[in-house]
């Protein structure tokens, strides 16, 4: 009996992930030091998130969660950053129709966390209060690419 269970999670579908890594990032702290120190006023963040997937294998896929921000802007920008983090993640035992939303959802959903805790510390050591990016609901934001891509399609 316990083969046979086994032998049923073998041939289930699979999604593990074979590497994580950080592929580029930046960190400018453009007007320091003068921008160091209290705020009289809160500044403007801004948060730009991307997700970008390729298969680099017959069951690997790539990952890539890109994010870009910064807080300020201008003369008075304080910082900005851009962080393209990335996983390997394989694929298998799975309908092809269920690939590309499995890699470009539960693949960013499960590289997010390292992510934000880079920027978080990373604009710590920059001198100011650690950015704690607030989760992302990547599911929503694969259906909003959906759309637009169907939309463009569309209008084609």
Do not use: H, W
Not at 28 to 46: H, M, V, W
Not at 70 to 93: H, P, Q, S, W
Request: proline residues 8%; charged residues 15%.
């Amino acid at each position: 009996m316990a083969d046979q269970a086994s032998n049923g999670a073998e041939n289930g579908p699979r999604f593990t992930v074979m590497v994580q890594f950080a592929k580029d990032f930046s960190f400018e702290n453009p007007n320091a030091p003068r921008t160091l120190g209290a705020q009289a006023t809160a500044p403007n963040i801004s948060v730009q998130i991307n997700v970008n997937a390729r298969q680099v294998g017959p069951t690997e896929y790539e990952a890539a969660l890109v994010l870009e921000g910064g807080a300020g802007e201008g003369a008075d920008a304080l910082f900005k950053f851009e962080l393209t983090y990335c996983g390997v993640f394989r694929v298998e035992n799975m309908p092809p129709e269920q690939v590309q939303p499995v890699v470009m959802i539960e693949g960013p959903r499960l590289l997010f966390p390292f992510a934000r805790q880079m920027i978080a510390d990373t604009v710590r050591a920059g001198g100011y209060p650690p950015l704690y990016i607030d989760p992302i609901d990547f599911q929503a934001l694969f259906m909003q690419r959906v759309a637009m891509a169907q939309a463009g399609a569309a209008t084609a």
